[in-house]
C-alpha cells in the first residue's frame, strides 16, 4: 500500500532564487524505527505499508505531489554572520493542509547532500534522529511551541562521524521553515525583490492580520518572547540560538545540543561548543532579542529609505525585554500557583530560584514537589525554605486552588539528558525499549508516575556535557 499525502505546496512555487529543486539521494536499507500516527492522521496522510512509510521517510521513494527542495538561508552563528548556509541535508518534500486547518511543511531530516552542504555529507545519525524526535515531541507534550517528529528510520549505512555510526532520517514537520536567516540571505544579498516577496509569503502564511513589513517584525517578536518565556518556564537551553534556527512562525526548532537543567543554576550551559557561555540558561532571553534585532534590520532593507523605518523597527524591539519579562512572570506565577502575579510576585519567584541555585536542587522536581505540598523535603536548608514559604503561604489565598494551577504549569517529567543518552546508547545496539518508555512517560508529563524518570541523576549519572553530533 503506498503513502499519499494531500499536498500543496506554496514554497515550491515561489521563485527558483529561494531554493533548489533536488530529490533525495535514496539509501541502501530503509528500515522505519517509529512512525507518528497520531501526528500523520492531522496531516491527512494515508494508512500505509510499513515498506511504504520506510521508503518515503528515508527519502528512496517521493511520494506523489511532493516537489522537494531545499531551502536556501543565511544565519548568525555564535554572533558572526555567515552569507550563506541552507538546507545542508534536509529537504521540504512539500506541504499539507492539516483536519485542524493548519498548514505545515513536511521535511526530511539526513536525506543526502545538497548545494549546501559545504563539507557536511547531508547525512545523520541514529543519535541526533531520536534526540530531536524525544526532545520535539516532548516540548509538544508540554504544550510549547515547536516542530514536531513525523517518523524516524534507519538508513541501513554507515555515517562516519569521530567513530562510524548508524544512519537516520528524521521527517520533521513544522508550520513552516522560515527563518530569521530566510531573509537575511535575500537582505545580505541587496534582493529586495524577494525580500518583498518572501515578506509577503511569511505574513500570508503566519500573521495574515499583520500588516507589512514591521507588523510582522512585532508579531515575530511576540511570538518569540512567548517561547522563550515557556523555554526558561520548564529549564530548557536550546543550546544554538543562531539566527538560522530560529523561526518565523515562533515554534522551536533544530534540536542540536539542547538538554533541560537538572540542578538549577541560571549560568548552565551544556553545548560543548558554547565556550562563552553565549546560549546559557539566563542568556536566552537577551539573545532572542539580539535575533529579533537581525530580522528587523533584515526587513528595513525592504524599504526605499531603510533609514526612515529605523525607529518603528528599534521601538518594536526594544518592547521585547518587557514582553518577554510578562510572560516569564506568567509562566513562574502559574508555577507557584498565582493566575495574576504582579511585578513583585517577581520577587518571590527570584527568592526562589537563588535558594534552589544556592543548593543545586533540582528544577523540574522541586517545582513538581512545591505543586503538591512536598518541597521542603527537596531543600538541605530547611529554615531558608521556611522563611521563603511563609511569604508564599501569605500570598496565595488558597492553597489547594493555588496547587490545581501549580501541577498545569509544573511537569513532573522533562527529557533528562543522562536518559537520552541511555536511550540513544540502547537504541544504537538494538534496543529500542527505552526509547518507547521514555515516549510513553513523556507524552503525559504532567501526569506521569514513572518514578525512575522523574528522578535526578546522581553525580555518577550527570550528563555536563552536550555535543552537536550532528
Ligand atoms: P545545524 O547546526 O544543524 O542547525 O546546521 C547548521 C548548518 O549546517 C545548516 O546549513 C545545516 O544544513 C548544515 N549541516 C549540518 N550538518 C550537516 C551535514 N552532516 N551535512 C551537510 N550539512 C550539514
Ligand atoms: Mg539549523
Known sequence: MTLTAPFDNTYARLPAAFYTRLDPKPVKAPQLLVYNEALGDILGLSAASEEAQAAVFSGVSVPEGASPLAQLYAGHQFGSFNPQLGDGRALLLGEVVGTDGIRRDIQLKGSGPTPYSRMGDGRAWLGPVLREYVVSEAMHALGIPTTRALAATLTGEDIIRETVLPGAVLTRVAQSHLRVGTFQVF?????????????????????????????????????????????????????????????????????????????????????????????????????????????????????????????????????????????????FGAKLGLANPTPEDAAMVERLLALMQEEGADFTNTFDALARGEARDQFLDRDAFDLWAKDWRARVADEDTAQALMQQASPRIIPRNHRIEEMIAAAVA?????????????????????????????????????????
Not at 538494538?430 to 541523576?457: S, V
Request: aromatic share 10%; net charge negative; glycine share 6%.
Open 187 to 331: 537582505a545580505h544579498r541587496g534582493q529586495r525583490a524577494e525580500l518583498k516577496q518572501l515578506t509577503d509569503y511569511a505574513i500570508e502564511r503566519h500573521y495574515p492580520e499583520a500588516d507589512g513589513p514591521m507588523g510582522l517584525l512585532r508579531e515575530v517578536c511576540k511570538a518569540q518572547a512567548d517561547l522563550v518565556a515557556a523555554w526558561m518556564s520548564v529549564g530548557f537551553i536550546h543550546g544554538v540560538m543562531n539566527t538560522d534556527n530560529c523561526t518565523i512562525s515562533g515554534e522551536t526548532i533544530d534540536y542540536g545540543p539542547c538538554a533541560f537543567i537538572d540542578d538549577y543554576h541560571s549560568d548552565t550551559v551544556f553545548s560543548s561548543i558554547d565556550q562563552t557561555g553565549r546560549y546559557a540558561y539566563s542568556n536566552q532571553p537577551r539573545i532572542i532579542v539580539w535575533n529579533m534585532a537581525q530580522l528587523a534590520t533584515s526587513l528595513l532593507q525592504q524599504y526605499d529609505d531603510p533609514q526612515s523605518m529605523v525607529a518603528a523597527a528599534t521601538e518594536i524591539v526594544h518592547a521585547m525585554p518587557a514582553q518577554i519579562e510578562a510572560a516569564w512572570l506568567k509562566r
Open 430 to 470: 538494538g534496543d529500542y525499549a527505552p526509547f518507547e518508555r521514555l515516549m510513553q512517560a513523556l507524552a503525559d508529563p504532567f501526569n506521569t508516575d514513572d518514578a525512575e524518570l522523574m528522578r535526578a541523576p546522581t553525580k555518577e549519572q550527570r550528563v555536563p556535557a552536550t555535543f552537536c553530533g550532528t
